[in-house]
């Protein structure tokens, strides 16, 4: 099933105080929004088991990231 992203935020790590680049992605599913470390994306494939319900596998399409 394929996620819909939404946008790309940052955060501050409140143990590092540095900045971290979340992507925000949107779960067709349940409708809930999830978001993940981008740093963590990185190290994956395009596939992530869903946050909401871990009986779906959802596509998290990197074509679909739009820098804001």
Do not use: C, H
């Amino acid at each position: 099933m394929k996620a819909k992203f939404v946008k790309i935020i940052n955060v501050i790590d409140p143990d590092t105080g540095g900045y971290v680049e979340l992507e925000v992605w949107k779960d067709p599913t349940s409708g809930g929004l999830f978001a993940l470390d981008s740093s963590f994306l990185d190290q994956v494939e395009d596939s992530i088991v869903s946050p909401f319900n871990p009986t779906v596998t959802l596509e998290l399409n990197a074509s679909e990231l739009k820098r804001s």
